[in-house]
């Protein structure tokens, strides 16, 4: 059961009529380059998704040299027991990597808000037959090992998009960090999200659900922001045995992604895919996308 990502089990996660439609997730990744974000979509889908910069430097190289961020989206069909899922994956290149860095929000706002405006060009349209849906899901905001707080360039992007997009923030590499300074870390980073009225993802907890659901529920809440461990290489563990497990290696040890004693992916994992995949559809379309919807016929006069 170790290669399998969770997400067959999507047609209980949604009414049938999606079903025969397929599913579809658009999932976003931003943050400073060389942070992980590529390894991370490749460890949560177990595919070669995303290009990394082990994989593919050259490419890598290319993208710090512009001078503006970029916004690349890229859509795999990938399947699992029988369920297929489209999934377009846009990822950020050059975010937070110029010396100015204080526009590095806009051109992502911008490619978020452009979304969601084809949408309502789409929806009052007469013929609604064949809308394309290219609105963004989730955004995973990485936020750099530093171990002390917030940047400004953080704050700046959090405190902007968190109205438009479910954000999830991440703490990238977080296997350079120690226990003790992963925990003073997160302290540090929900003040700050406080103090700065910054609005984030949380799964919510339903009336009706059961109370193994709510405890699930309560974990992964527990866990924010994830502490987060990506790599796509596998290790025989224990050595000698046929055992893979994926990890990073370290001369005092192995680090497990998989192992919830290690780091935050799992429940990453669970939350985004397994779990929450389609509650954070229907936040979108009917929170997020609903308040720039009647923003923008406010200020139409409509
Ligand atoms: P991106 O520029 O944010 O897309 O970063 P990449 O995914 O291309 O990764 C950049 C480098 O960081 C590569 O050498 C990865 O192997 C390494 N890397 C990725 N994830 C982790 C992690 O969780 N921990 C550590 N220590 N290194 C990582
Ligand atoms: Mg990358």
Not at 182 to 197: S, Y
Not at 212 to 236: C, D, H, L, M, Y
């Amino acid at each position: 059961l170790n290669g399998i990502v969770g997400f067959h089990n999507l047609p209980n996660q949604v009414h049938r009529k999606s079903v025969k439609k397929g599913f579809h997730f658009t999932i976003m990744i931003v943050g400073e380059s060389g942070l992980g974000k590529s390894t991370l979509i490749n460890t949560l889908f177990n595919a070669p998704i995303a290009p990394t910069r082990d994989g593919n430097a050259a490419k890598d190289q290319q993208d710090s040299a512009s001078k503006t961020v970029e916004i690349n989206s890229f859509t795999s069909d990938i399947e699992e027991n029988g369920v297929k899922l489209k999934l377009t994956v846009i990822d950020t290149p050059g975010f937070g990597d110029f010396i100015n860095n204080t526009e590095a929000h806009k051109p992502i706002l911008k490619s978020i808000e452009e979304r969601y405006e084809n949408y309502l060009d789409q929806e009052s349209r007469v013929n609604r037959k064949n809308m394309t849906d290219n609105r963004v899901h989730a955004c995973i905001y990485f936020i750099a090992p530093t171990g002390h707080s917030l940047k400004q360039l953080d704050v700046q992007f959090m405190k902007e998009l968190g109205p438009k997009v479910n954000l999830i923030p991440v703490i990238a590499k977080s296997d350079v960090l120690t226990e003790a300074e992963v925990t003073g870390f997160k302290e540090r980073i929900l003040q700050d999200i406080k103090a700065n009225n910054i609005q984030i993802y949380y799964p919510a907890v339903h009336e009706n659900d059961d109370p193994e659901t709510v405890q699930e529920i309560k974990e992964i809440i527990s866990r924010i922001p994830f502490a987060i461990v990506g790599s796509n290489q596998t290790f025989e563990h224990p050595p000698g045995s046929k055992n893979h497990i994926r990890g990073r290696k370290y001369p005092w040890g192995l680090i497990e992604i998989d192992n919830e004693a290690h780091c935050d992916f799992v429940k990453l994992r669970q939350m985004l895919i397994r779990s929450h995949m389609e509650e954070l559809k229907e936040h979108t379309t009917q929170i997020l996308y609903e308040s720039h919807r009647s923003l923008k016929l406010e200020g139409a006069g409509v």
